[in-house]
Protein backbone atom coordinates (compact mmCIF):
# COMPACT_ATOMS: atom_id res chain seq x y z
CA UNK A 1 0.00 0.00 0.00
CA UNK A 2 1.22 3.81 -0.79
CA UNK A 3 0.32 6.69 1.56
CA UNK A 4 0.82 10.10 0.75
CA UNK A 5 0.05 12.92 3.05
CA UNK A 6 -1.73 16.52 2.64
CA UNK A 7 -2.33 19.31 4.53
CA UNK A 8 -4.07 22.21 4.40
CA UNK A 9 -2.51 25.75 5.98
CA UNK A 10 -3.23 29.34 5.81
CA UNK A 11 -1.35 31.60 7.79
CA UNK A 12 -3.35 35.04 8.26
CA UNK A 13 -1.37 38.04 8.79
CA UNK A 14 -2.60 38.63 12.80
CA UNK A 15 -1.24 37.93 16.34
CA UNK A 16 -2.09 34.20 15.85
CA UNK A 17 0.72 33.80 12.30
CA UNK A 18 3.70 33.37 14.63
CA UNK A 19 1.94 30.54 16.94
CA UNK A 20 0.57 28.81 13.65
CA UNK A 21 3.81 28.40 11.32
CA UNK A 22 5.43 27.38 14.88
CA UNK A 23 2.76 24.31 14.59
CA UNK A 24 3.16 24.02 11.22
CA UNK A 25 6.60 23.07 11.47
CA UNK A 26 6.17 20.93 14.25
CA UNK A 27 3.94 19.03 12.61
CA UNK A 28 5.96 18.38 9.51
CA UNK A 29 8.60 17.61 11.36
CA UNK A 30 6.54 15.16 13.51
CA UNK A 31 4.23 13.62 10.38
CA UNK A 32 7.87 12.56 8.57
CA UNK A 33 9.12 10.55 12.27
CA UNK A 34 5.77 9.25 11.91
CA UNK A 35 5.53 7.84 8.48
CA UNK A 36 8.98 8.10 7.27
CA UNK A 37 10.01 8.73 3.40
CA UNK A 38 6.13 9.35 2.80
CA UNK A 39 5.95 12.19 0.32
CA UNK A 40 3.95 15.15 1.80
CA UNK A 41 1.96 17.82 -0.27
CA UNK A 42 0.82 21.46 1.27
CA UNK A 43 -1.41 23.90 0.02
CA UNK A 44 0.34 27.00 1.48
CA UNK A 45 -1.84 30.44 1.70
CA UNK A 46 -0.78 33.72 2.59
CA UNK A 47 2.95 32.27 2.76
CA UNK A 48 6.27 33.83 2.76
CA UNK A 49 9.22 32.80 1.56
CA UNK A 50 11.12 32.06 4.80
CA UNK A 51 7.85 30.17 6.02
CA UNK A 52 8.23 27.56 3.80
CA UNK A 53 10.40 23.36 4.67
CA UNK A 54 12.52 21.62 2.53
CA UNK A 55 11.20 18.24 1.60
CA UNK A 56 7.74 19.21 0.83
CA UNK A 57 6.12 20.08 -2.09
CA UNK A 58 3.74 23.09 -1.74
CA UNK A 59 1.02 24.44 -3.87
CA UNK A 60 1.20 28.19 -2.92
CA UNK A 61 -1.79 30.71 -3.26
CA UNK A 62 -1.11 34.62 -2.36
CA UNK A 63 -4.46 34.53 -0.62
CA UNK A 64 -6.45 32.39 1.38
CA UNK A 65 -8.64 30.49 -1.29
CA UNK A 66 -10.85 29.04 1.77
CA UNK A 67 -10.62 24.93 3.18
CA UNK A 68 -12.78 23.31 0.78
CA UNK A 69 -11.09 24.90 -1.96
CA UNK A 70 -7.52 23.57 -0.43
CA UNK A 71 -8.60 20.28 0.19
CA UNK A 72 -9.49 20.67 -3.45
CA UNK A 73 -6.00 20.66 -4.44
CA UNK A 74 -4.68 17.86 -2.58
CA UNK A 75 -7.91 15.49 -3.24
CA UNK A 76 -7.43 16.26 -7.40
CA UNK A 77 -3.94 15.24 -7.04
CA UNK A 78 -4.56 12.18 -4.86
CA UNK A 79 -7.42 10.69 -6.85
CA UNK A 80 -5.28 10.89 -10.07
CA UNK A 81 -2.18 9.48 -9.00
CA UNK A 82 -1.46 6.06 -8.05
CA UNK A 83 -1.22 6.30 -3.62
CA UNK A 84 -3.71 4.03 -2.47
CA UNK A 85 -4.01 6.14 0.81
CA UNK A 86 -4.33 10.16 2.21
CA UNK A 87 -3.31 11.33 5.37
CA UNK A 88 -5.31 14.98 5.20
CA UNK A 89 -4.70 17.11 8.07
CA UNK A 90 -4.88 20.82 8.68
CA UNK A 91 -1.77 22.54 9.61
CA UNK A 92 -2.05 22.29 13.62
CA UNK A 93 -2.80 18.53 13.87
CA UNK A 94 -0.79 16.12 15.40
CA UNK A 95 -2.15 12.75 17.65
CA UNK A 96 -2.33 12.53 21.71
CA UNK A 97 0.26 9.33 22.70
CA UNK A 98 -2.47 6.98 23.76
CA UNK A 99 -3.23 3.77 22.87
CA UNK A 100 -0.67 2.99 20.86
CA UNK A 101 -2.33 5.07 17.83
CA UNK A 102 1.05 4.57 15.46
CA UNK A 103 0.30 1.17 15.34
CA UNK A 104 -2.86 1.27 13.31
CA UNK A 105 -1.83 4.15 11.00
CA UNK A 106 1.15 2.10 10.39
CA UNK A 107 -1.33 -0.93 10.03
CA UNK A 108 -3.95 0.38 7.88
CA UNK A 109 -1.01 1.90 5.62
CA UNK A 110 0.58 -1.45 5.02
CA UNK A 111 -2.49 -3.37 4.75
CA UNK A 112 -5.13 -1.97 3.53
CA UNK A 113 -6.97 -5.62 2.80
CA UNK A 114 -7.50 -6.02 6.24
CA UNK A 115 -9.50 -2.21 6.18
CA UNK A 116 -11.35 -3.05 3.36
CA UNK A 117 -14.60 -2.11 4.40
CA UNK A 118 -13.31 1.18 5.13
CA UNK A 119 -13.67 4.23 2.97
CA UNK A 120 -12.32 6.58 5.06
CA UNK A 121 -11.60 7.02 8.78
CA UNK A 122 -11.09 10.07 11.15
CA UNK A 123 -9.41 10.77 14.40
CA UNK A 124 -11.56 11.38 17.72
CA UNK A 125 -12.07 14.79 18.53
CA UNK A 126 -11.25 15.17 22.32
CA UNK A 127 -13.04 18.46 22.76
CA UNK A 128 -16.40 16.24 22.15
CA UNK A 129 -16.12 12.70 23.33
CA UNK A 130 -15.44 11.35 26.89
CA UNK A 131 -12.72 8.94 25.67
CA UNK A 132 -11.32 8.19 28.28
CA UNK A 133 -14.51 6.84 30.29
CA UNK A 134 -15.84 5.46 26.47
CA UNK A 135 -12.72 3.28 26.06
CA UNK A 136 -11.89 2.02 29.29
CA UNK A 137 -15.54 0.83 29.51
CA UNK A 138 -14.92 -1.34 26.41
CA UNK A 139 -12.22 -3.68 27.09
CA UNK A 140 -12.46 -4.71 23.53
CA UNK A 141 -10.29 -1.83 22.69
CA UNK A 142 -7.25 -3.95 23.96
CA UNK A 143 -7.20 -6.23 21.44
CA UNK A 144 -9.29 -4.69 18.72
CA UNK A 145 -9.98 -1.25 16.61
CA UNK A 146 -13.33 -0.21 17.54
CA UNK A 147 -14.91 1.89 14.27
CA UNK A 148 -17.87 3.85 14.76
CA UNK A 149 -19.97 6.31 12.04
CA UNK A 150 -18.59 9.53 12.04
CA UNK A 151 -21.01 11.96 13.27
CA UNK A 152 -22.77 14.21 10.11
CA UNK A 153 -21.67 16.98 12.24
CA UNK A 154 -17.86 16.82 12.90
CA UNK A 155 -15.02 18.78 10.98
CA UNK A 156 -11.86 17.55 8.72
CA UNK A 157 -9.11 17.89 10.68
CA UNK A 158 -7.83 14.64 10.40
CA UNK A 159 -8.98 11.73 8.01
CA UNK A 160 -7.09 8.87 6.30
CA UNK A 161 -9.02 8.48 3.59
CA UNK A 162 -9.17 5.64 0.33
CA UNK A 163 -8.63 6.39 -3.29
CA UNK A 164 -12.05 6.18 -4.38
CA UNK A 165 -11.18 6.82 -7.81
CA UNK A 166 -8.19 4.15 -8.14
CA UNK A 167 -11.43 1.65 -6.14
CA UNK A 168 -14.46 2.78 -7.58
CA UNK A 169 -13.98 4.98 -10.39
CA UNK A 170 -15.14 7.88 -8.27
CA UNK A 171 -14.56 11.32 -7.06
CA UNK A 172 -15.80 13.46 -4.30
CA UNK A 173 -14.88 17.35 -3.83
CA UNK A 174 -15.54 19.93 -1.36
CA UNK A 175 -18.09 22.60 -2.61
CA UNK A 176 -17.20 25.93 -2.96
CA UNK A 177 -18.58 27.21 -0.26
CA UNK A 178 -16.99 29.49 2.59
CA UNK A 179 -18.22 28.49 6.46
CA UNK A 180 -16.20 31.90 7.13
CA UNK A 181 -19.02 33.84 5.38
CA UNK A 182 -22.11 32.00 6.00
CA UNK A 183 -22.41 29.94 3.21
CA UNK A 184 -21.98 26.51 4.81
CA UNK A 185 -20.61 24.18 6.21
CA UNK A 186 -17.83 22.73 3.09
CA UNK A 187 -16.42 19.66 5.55
CA UNK A 188 -20.50 18.47 6.63
CA UNK A 189 -21.64 18.69 3.06
CA UNK A 190 -18.37 16.51 1.99
CA UNK A 191 -19.28 13.70 3.93
CA UNK A 192 -23.26 14.37 3.09
CA UNK A 193 -22.30 14.01 -0.15
CA UNK A 194 -19.82 11.13 0.70
CA UNK A 195 -22.60 9.04 1.96
CA UNK A 196 -25.08 9.66 -0.61
CA UNK A 197 -22.44 8.05 -2.72
CA UNK A 198 -23.18 4.94 -0.56
CA UNK A 199 -19.37 5.50 0.80
CA UNK A 200 -19.14 5.17 4.44
CA UNK A 201 -16.47 7.05 6.81
CA UNK A 202 -15.99 6.02 10.28
CA UNK A 203 -14.11 7.47 13.54
CA UNK A 204 -11.24 5.04 15.11
CA UNK A 205 -12.23 5.84 19.14
CA UNK A 206 -8.47 5.17 20.07
CA UNK A 207 -6.71 7.65 17.42
CA UNK A 208 -7.03 10.74 19.24
CA UNK A 209 -6.25 14.18 17.78
CA UNK A 210 -4.18 16.84 19.09
CA UNK A 211 -4.42 20.41 18.38
CA UNK A 212 -1.01 22.19 18.62
CA UNK A 213 -3.43 25.53 18.90
CA UNK A 214 -6.95 24.93 19.04
CA UNK A 215 -7.51 27.80 21.08
CA UNK A 216 -5.78 29.98 18.36
CA UNK A 217 -8.48 29.83 15.35
CA UNK A 218 -6.79 31.30 11.83
CA UNK A 219 -9.76 33.24 11.38
CA UNK A 220 -11.49 34.24 14.84
CA UNK A 221 -8.67 33.86 16.99
CA UNK A 222 -9.94 33.65 20.88
CA UNK A 223 -13.64 34.94 19.62
CA UNK A 224 -15.37 31.52 20.32
CA UNK A 225 -18.40 33.27 20.77
CA UNK A 226 -18.24 34.87 17.50
CA UNK A 227 -17.24 31.38 15.76
CA UNK A 228 -19.93 29.68 17.24
CA UNK A 229 -22.77 31.97 16.21
CA UNK A 230 -21.32 31.54 12.62
CA UNK A 231 -21.25 28.15 12.67
CA UNK A 232 -24.97 27.72 14.41
CA UNK A 233 -25.90 29.75 10.76
CA UNK A 234 -23.86 27.63 8.60
CA UNK A 235 -26.19 24.93 9.75
CA UNK A 236 -29.23 26.09 9.47
CA UNK A 237 -27.64 26.46 5.50
CA UNK A 238 -26.91 23.29 5.54
CA UNK A 239 -30.41 22.11 6.56
CA UNK A 240 -31.84 24.57 3.85
CA UNK A 241 -29.61 22.94 1.25
CA UNK A 242 -30.61 19.13 2.55
CA UNK A 243 -33.71 19.65 3.32
CA UNK A 244 -34.83 17.00 1.00
CA UNK A 245 -32.31 14.51 2.08
CA UNK A 246 -34.25 14.97 5.82
CA UNK A 247 -32.35 17.52 7.05
CA UNK A 248 -33.82 20.18 9.00
CA UNK A 249 -33.86 22.10 12.25
CA UNK A 250 -36.69 21.44 14.61
CA UNK A 251 -38.25 23.88 17.25
CA UNK A 252 -36.24 22.47 20.18
CA UNK A 253 -32.98 23.81 17.89
CA UNK A 254 -31.67 20.41 17.23
CA UNK A 255 -30.81 18.76 13.75
CA UNK A 256 -32.68 15.75 12.02
CA UNK A 257 -29.13 14.26 11.34
CA UNK A 258 -30.84 10.40 12.49
CA UNK A 259 -33.19 10.99 9.41
CA UNK A 260 -30.20 11.52 6.61
CA UNK A 261 -28.53 8.89 8.40
CA UNK A 262 -31.36 6.49 8.43
CA UNK A 263 -31.43 7.21 4.50
CA UNK A 264 -27.83 7.08 3.59
CA UNK A 265 -25.07 5.94 6.10
CA UNK A 266 -24.19 2.52 5.31
CA UNK A 267 -21.27 2.49 8.18
CA UNK A 268 -21.70 -0.21 10.90
CA UNK A 269 -23.24 0.88 14.11
CA UNK A 270 -19.59 -1.02 15.58
CA UNK A 271 -16.94 -2.70 14.01
CA UNK A 272 -14.39 -4.07 15.65
CA UNK A 273 -10.91 -5.43 13.69
CA UNK A 274 -8.26 -7.06 15.52
CA UNK A 275 -5.23 -5.42 16.11
CA UNK A 276 -2.05 -6.72 14.63
CA UNK A 277 -0.89 -6.71 18.77
CA UNK A 278 -3.05 -6.14 21.71
CA UNK A 279 -2.02 -3.00 23.64
CA UNK A 280 -1.67 -2.24 27.24
CA UNK A 281 -2.58 1.11 29.14
CA UNK A 282 -2.94 2.75 32.83
CA UNK A 283 -6.33 4.79 33.08
CA UNK A 284 -4.01 7.30 35.40
CA UNK A 285 -1.97 8.58 32.34
CA UNK A 286 -4.66 8.91 30.10
CA UNK A 287 -5.90 12.40 30.66
CA UNK A 288 -9.81 13.09 31.06
CA UNK A 289 -11.62 14.58 28.13
CA UNK A 290 -12.00 18.50 27.38
CA UNK A 291 -14.78 20.21 26.25
CA UNK A 292 -14.47 23.29 24.31
CA UNK A 293 -18.21 23.66 22.47
CA UNK A 294 -19.73 20.53 22.86
CA UNK A 295 -22.95 22.37 22.44
CA UNK A 296 -22.14 22.32 18.88
CA UNK A 297 -22.93 18.51 18.55
CA UNK A 298 -25.28 18.34 20.47
CA UNK A 299 -27.85 20.50 18.10
Known amino acids: MSVIIGIISYLPNTEVRTKRIEASHFQIDYLHKLLPNTNIMCVAQAYNESDYV ?11 IGAGA ?12 DYDILLLCDDDTIFYEYYHYE ?11 KFKGINAVSALEPEYHPYKKLNYEDQANLTHYKFEPRELNSGSATSLIKNIKKYYGKEIYYPNTDANKGEGREDIEFLLEWLKEGLNWYTMQTWVRKSLCFDKSSIFGTDTKARDKLLMHDLDVVCDKYKEDGLQR ?40 KFTSKKLFDI
Open 54 to 64: DGVLYYKFDKP
Open 70 to 81: ARNVILKEFYNS
Open 103 to 113: RFIHEFCKNLA
Open 250 to 289: QVNGKITWSAFNDRYNKSEKVLYIEREKPIEYDENTTPKQ
